[in-house]
């Protein structure tokens, strides 16, 4: 089992800019595919980006295709979320996950899950 836990979120104006952080504990981190989904209020758990084990291969909901980045550094066992020109639609609480595969489908099963962090995009 991975241990994940986020950082970085906030209030922000619509426009801004915020990078989450997601530091994993353990020695497999650099094994498998990371990623990071959104929950909305009232709404259900969605997928925003994700990253294959190496980061070469990065994967994002078309919602924000253009204004997110993905990255990782096996290194430091951390990833991030670059997230630029927010909305107020981009408001959720984000979560940072552990895929237990090397490289992300839509299929692939999530073992592990951080707590979330909190991002408000205000308009």
């Known amino acids: 089992q991975v241990q994940l836990e986020e950082s970085g979120g906030g209030l922000v104006q619509a426009g801004g800019s915020l990078r989450l952080s997601c530091a994993a504990s353990?020695?497999?981190?650099?094994?498998?595919?990371m990623g990071w989904f959104r929950q909305a209020p009232g709404k259900e758990r969605e997928f925003v980006a994700a990253?294959?084990?190496?980061?070469?291969?990065?994967y994002y909901a078309d919602s924000v295709k253009g204004r997110f980045t993905i990255s990782r550094d096996n290194a430091q066992n951390t990833m991030f979320l670059q997230m630029d020109s927010l909305k107020p639609e981009d408001t959720a609480v984000y979560y940072c996950?552990?895929?237990?595969?090397?490289?992300?489908?839509?299929?692939?099963?999530?073992?592990?899950w951080g707590q979330g962090t909190q991002v408000t995009v205000s308009s």
């Open positions: 990253t294959s084990w190496n980061g070469y291969s990065t």
């Open positions: 353990g020695r497999t981190f650099s094994l498998y595919a």
């Open positions: 996950a552990r895929f237990s595969t090397r490289t992300y489908s839509a299929y692939s099963p999530v073992p592990d």
